[in-house]
């Protein structure tokens, strides 16, 4: 089945680390996305890519950084200039002829 | 970057009755989307709706599509505990534009 993959579900990392979060789809979207969720917020874009090796900065993008080699891959890193990493981030891909994101599951940072 | 006014914020109701929350915006959509998000997971889209003025049904969902696109509604009859979660309205332009996200509706049902 096609979908969209993120691990780890739940990440525990020191301050001052950086940690990268892996997003992989097997959909063969042309599009992928970041988004930071906090609780009880909504979601905030961090980076986007329409096309392999090429990404925008969202709304968020200060402290992160993220890279789009291959198609199917879209890792984000969270870098020690983030200054309160710790949310649940969330992966979405989509493709230009059909509306709406599909979403991964999510993975939950949280850094002590 | 820009939001959708998504109201309410929260709401807690009783299992077995209805529930209404909608969206409202600025600029017009093309295209709007309703999506459930289950605590811990990532959101799952309900609803699509491509025309100004469409109601659309998926079991007890009915979604409307706003008659001068810029706002839509979402209601839930007859709640169920698995109703509980956050709902999001999305905008869309085009296809393949970013979508444009509402703060999301927390829905807490008791029992």
């Known amino acids: 089945d096609g979908g969209i993959t993120q691990s780890p579900k739940y990440l525990f990392r020191k301050e001052g680390q950086n940690v990268t979060l892996s997003c992989e789809q097997n959909?063969?979207?042309?599009?992928m996305y970041w988004y930071r969720q906090d609780p009880g917020q909504g979601l905030r874009l961090i980076y986007y890519?329409?096309?392999?090796?090429?990404?925008q900065k969202g709304d968020i993008a200060e402290g992160y950084s993220v890279s789009r080699e291959k198609k199917e891959s879209f890792p984000l890193t969270v870098t020690s200039a983030q200054k309160n990493p710790t949310a649940f981030y969330l992966c979405?891909?989509?493709?230009?002829?059909?509306?709406?994101?599909?979403f991964g599951s999510g993975t939950r940072l949280t850094v002590v | 970057g820009q939001q959708l006014n998504q109201s309410p914020q929260s709401m807690f109701i009783q299992e077995g009755e209805d529930v209404s929350m909608n969206c409202t915006s600025s600029?017009?959509?093309?295209?709007w989307l309703w999506y459930k998000q289950d605590p811990g997971e990532g959101p799952v889209l309900l609803i699509a709706?491509?025309?100004?003025?469409e109601l659309t049904s998926n079991g007890r969902l009915t979604a409307q599509f706003g008659i001068t696109r810029k706002d839509s509604f979402l209601n839930i009859s007859a709640s169920i505990p698995s109703d509980v979660g956050i709902y999001f309205c999305?905008?869309?332009?085009?296809?393949?534009?970013?979508?444009?996200f509402g703060e999301g509706t927390q829905l807490t049902v008791n029992p």
């Open positions: 979405a891909s989509s493709i230009n002829r059909i509306n709406g994101y599909t």
């Open positions: 959909l063969n979207h042309d599009a």
């Open positions: 890519s329409q096309i392999v090796n090429d990404f």
């Open positions: 600029s017009i959509f093309n295209t």
């Open positions: 709706l491509y025309k100004a003025g």
């Open positions: 999305a905008g869309q332009y085009t296809s393949g534009s970013r979508l444009t």
